[in-house]
Nanobody
């Protein structure tokens, strides 16, 4: 099992930047693929970005491509989401998730067994 704790959220003006962190417990972090999702009030949880266990491959949703970057440091048991050029539409609770099964459904929340508690990102206009 792995436990995940997000941090780094906050209030930022449109056009600003934030970097979210997802710290994982245990010694098996490098065996988990990681992803970021977000959920705005009244909306379904939405896929944001994915990274393989080694970090060799990443994939971002079209809505954030070119603005957000997912990365990881396996030595520090931490995954990151760098967010630039933030827009008010990016306002949501951001969650990190972990998968060890090798799922192909990387955009689907149900594919992930482990979740953090979330961190709020608010972008003001």
């Amino acid at each position: 099992q792995v436990q995940l704790v997000e941090s780094g959220g906050g209030l930022v003006q449109a056009g600003g930047s934030l970097r979210l962190s997802c710290a994982a417990s245990g010694r098996t972090f490098s065996t988990y693929a990681m992803a970021w999702f977000r959920q705005a009030p009244g909306k379904e949880r939405e896929f944001v970005a994915y990274i393989t266990s080694s970090g060799a491959y990443t994939y971002c949703a079209d809505s954030v491509k070119g603005r957000f970057t997912i990365s990881r440091d396996n030595a520090k048991n931490t995954a990151y989401l760098g967010m630039n050029s933030l827009k008010p539409d990016d306002t949501a609770v951001y969650y990190c998730a972990a998968d060890r099964s090798g799922t192909m459904n990387v955009r689907r929340a149900y594919a992930y067994n482990y979740w953090g508690q979330g961190t709020q990102v608010t972008v003001s206009s």
